[in-house]
């Protein structure tokens, strides 16, 4: 897969993604990277990108002609990308949708900046993704998130393969289940006596009770699309029933 960005900040991407898993991948040629300066689309001495808003108001405009230019002239280039904008507007950034741009053989991120862009721009889009109701300096941030979640998801990217299929937001549609290592007791804190009895189908049915109280305490609002028995769906509205009223305790744990 072949990750890009468009930016008036290239340098800012370099770091993260040269080390840890993203380093390893990119070095293994899971996916590739490459970073382009929209000021390169330019045609004046100071290589302008923006300008002040018609109208008025607060702030400088990201300018639709170098963002035209830059576009046209890297889709001309190998597979056309898929066209990724930033913007409060646009959809919420999820794991479906991390899932979905997996499948893509380039993704190109274009990252806004100042007080956003000419609405002109954004037909150029193919989306427009939020990560969440805030504002950020920008869309840099953004898309690092994006390359990071969706590069997880690629063949090879993970040392264990698994690991992307057990961690929160998998396709159980579950936060993950509390996770313990060594010392067995810490300051009073047990780990759950089941985890330590070698007996694999307990411990998968600990997982799966954890990870469903977990979700409840935590993050409520995804149990209704939880892959769930009936059973399992009751209990859960019960856990987070008693967790709004009090009765049940915050860490998230399942019983041993």
Known sequence: ?????????????????????LGRARRA????????????WTHDRHRTVDDAPFGGG???LMKPEPLYEALDDLASHGPRPHVVFFSPCGRRFDQR????LAGEERLLLVCGRYEGMDERAYALADEVLS?????????????LVVIDAVCRLLPGALGDEMSAVDES???????????YTRPASFRGMDVPEVLLS????????????????RTALWRPDLLEGADLTDDERERAREIARRAVTGEERGDGRASS
Do not use: C, K
């Open 1 to 21: 897969m072949i990750f890009e960005t468009l930016s008036v900040f290239p340098e800012v991407f370099e770091p993260y993604l040269g080390v840890s898993i």
């Open 29 to 40: 040629g899971v996916y590739e990277f490459a970073a382009h300066d929209l000021r390169d």
């Open 58 to 60: 607060q702030g400088m």
């Open 97 to 100: 949708v991390a899932e979905r």
């Open 131 to 143: 990560l969440g109701d805030y504002v950020l300096t920008g869309g840099e941030l953004a898309a």
């Open 169 to 179: 937001f998998s396709p159980a549609g579950l936060l993950e289940y509390a996770q």
């Open 198 to 213: 070698g007996d694999h189908a307990r411990v998968a049915a600990w997982r799966r009770q954890s990870a469903i109280e």
